[in-house]
């Protein structure tokens, strides 16, 4: 009989106690983590480096997000389905990691059920209130 290291006997473990439907979240949170790049490449690159030729804008000033100019963004729909796709994938991929880490630990059927309902409810709460701010600078362009 080999002996098994603690870090077998804990995979051995886990595995024992995750669910067999975890094929859903485990694809999704690959498919989220992809956009993401995505995603936040083109938001870094138009937020942080898109008006840093934009004339009429004094020396030291360049370099800043002024918001009369993320309101226009949010004025056009392109921007807007680009912010709520960042922001609906950001608290997936960030909530469905937490779920990853509780059923690696090895929660049961009822506290995963707790956990996700828990997480589920968070991240609707979460998704409301950035909806909200991203309403609030359409109001204003």
């Known amino acids: 009989m080999a002996v098994m290291s603690r870090a077998e006997m804990r995979a ?29 490449a083109v938001h870094i690159g138009v937020e942080h480096f898109g008006n840093l030729d934009k004339p009429g804008v004094r020396e030291r000033e360049r370099e800043l997000i002024v918001f009369s100019d993320v309101a226009h963004r949010m004025s056009m729909a392109l ?26 630990l090895g929660v049961r059927t009822k506290g995963d ?23 609030a600078f359409r109001r204003y362009a």
């Open 113 to 135: 059920k707790a956990i996700t309902a828990l997480l589920t409810a968070i991240g609707l709460a979460a998704f409301a209130f950035g909806i909200a701010g991203l309403i």
């Open 79 to 104: 921007w807007w389905v680009i912010d709520v796709a960042l922001l609906a994938f950001v608290l997936f991929h960030g909530l469905n990691g937490i779920r990853n880490i509780a059923l690696d």
């Open 12 to 40: 051995r473990q886990v595995a024992r106690t995750r669910q067999p439907n975890t094929f859903w979240p485990w694809f999704i949170q690959r498919v989220t983590g992809v956009f993401l790049v995505v995603l936040l």
